[in-house]
Nanobody
Framework: VQLQASGGGLVQAGDSLRLSCQAS????????MGWFRQAPGKEREFVAD????????YYADSAKGRFTVSRDNAKNTMYLQMNSLKPEDTAVYYC????????????????WGQGTLVTVSS
């Protein structure tokens, strides 16, 4: 499984941005997928995840009400719609995938994209 995240950029506080994660590989449509982020000097943290069929989603408290995760299995693509962005959302955002949906920790995910930088100015 290979993942490639895109869509990051420089925006102002209050703006919106949509990240995409293009997946490739055998049976990737059956994988759970998630978004993580890592701010400068901080550990990588969970943002949101989505089940293999999109039927279940889960968000970190920091993302609830502002971010929406979705996927289009016909396109092998996962999205993260981010609204009302804040300076504290500034980070490199990573997409990840796991075969069995065992958990939401970093070590539960076996496949990672390269990350895309989101910078929110105040």
């Amino acid at each position: 499984v290979q993942l490639q995240a895109s869509g990051g950029g420089l925006v102002q506080a209050g703006d919106s941005l949509r990240l995409s994660c293009q997946a490739s590989g055998r049976a990737v449509r059956s994988y759970s997928m998630g978004w993580f982020r890592q701010a400068p000097g901080k550990e990588r943290e969970f943002v949101a995840d989505i089940s293999w069929n999109g039927g279940s989603t889960y968000y970190a408290d920091s993302a609830k009400g502002r971010f929406t995760v979705s996927r289009d299995n016909a396109k092998n693509t996962m999205y993260l719609q981010m609204n009302s962005l804040k300076p504290e959302d500034t980070a490199v955002y990573y997409c990840a995938a796991q075969r069995y949906g065992t958990g939401r920790g970093i070590y539960d995910y076996g496949y990672w994209g390269q990350g895309t930088l989101v910078t929110v100015s105040s």
